[in-house]
T-cell receptor
Framework: NAGVTQTPKFRILKIGQSMTLQCAQDMNHNYMYWYRQDPGMGLKLIYYSVGAGITDKGEVPNGYNVSRSTTEDFPLRLELAAPSQTSVYFC?????????????FGQGTRLTVV | AQTVTQSQPEMSVQEAETVTLSCTYDTSENNYYLFWYKQPPSRQMILVIRQEAYKQQNATENRFSVNFQKAAKSFSLKISDSQLGDTAMYFCAFMKWDNNDMRFGAGTRLTVKP
């Protein structure tokens, strides 16, 4: 059972570079989320999607973009990387919202911007 | 804005004993959900327990139970018969009933000692 798969697991970026963090789920979940976790802190929501073609901002969306062209995939794009984006990024999915169903998390992508 | 506070950055407990992790939150909402998530060294986020604010009865899941005090805005997690596998970061989280933006506390690192 693959669940939620994030790639890559680790990445080092130079300031100003761009990259896409990949997230795929094979559970046919409608909802998908992107979080960042800074050292010593809890997760903060960047963007989420309630279905293909629908995305919405979370608490900390600046500097990021997302798209949801299929149910399975929810990539997160970083444009013009900055040191403040150094963090661990988690993708999650759930069949419905958190209030109705459990969310499943990927194992995270550790990103360092230097 | 909703905030979640976990005042114990680190805690330890002897195997087979009981430990309680504290969580307080600030909100003006009446309907909401509270969660405890476990994050072991693998970085996977695992749902431990969930509480609906409209329910007066405290949620329980095997060795895990909560003490939900709505008036005091307190949501503590009790782990009974602690096991070595319980060693992890534990995050308390809050979410409004009509929202997908889950707000996390900074976490408590729990170590279970043999």
């Amino acid at each position: 059972n693959a669940g939620v798969t994030q790639t890559p697991k680790f990445r080092i970026l130079k300031i100003g570079q761009s990259m896409t963090l990949q997230c795929a789920q094979d559970m046919n979940h409608n909802y998908m989320y992107w979080y960042r976790q800074d050292p010593g802190m809890g997760l903060k929501l960047i963007y989420y999607s309630v279905g293909a073609g629908i995305t919405d901002k979370g608490e900390v969306p600046n500097g990021y973009n997302v798209s949801r062209s299929t149910t399975e995939d929810f990539p997160l794009r970083l444009e013009l990387a900055a040191p403040s984006q150094t963090s661990v990024y988690f993708c999650a999915s759930s069949l419905q919202g958190y209030t109705n169903t459990e969310a499943f998390f990927g194992q995270g992508t550790r990103l360092t911007v230097v | 804005a909703q905030t979640v506070t976990q005042s114990q950055p680190e805690m330890s407990v002897q195997e087979a004993e009981t430990v309680t992790l504290s969580c307080t939150y600030d909100t003006s909402e009446n309907n909401y959900y509270l969660f405890w998530y476990k994050q072991p060294p693998s970085r996977q986020m695992i749902l431990v327990i969930r509480q609906e604010a409209y329910k007066q009865q405290n949620a329980t899941e095997n060795r895990f139970s909560v003490n939900f005090q709505k008036a005091a805005k307190s949501f503590s997690l009790k782990i009974s018969d602690s096991q070595l596998g319980d060693t992890a970061m534990y995050f308390c989280a809050f979410m409004k009933w009509d929202n997908n933006d889950m707000r996390f506390g900074a976490g408590t690192r729990l170590t279970v000692k043999p």
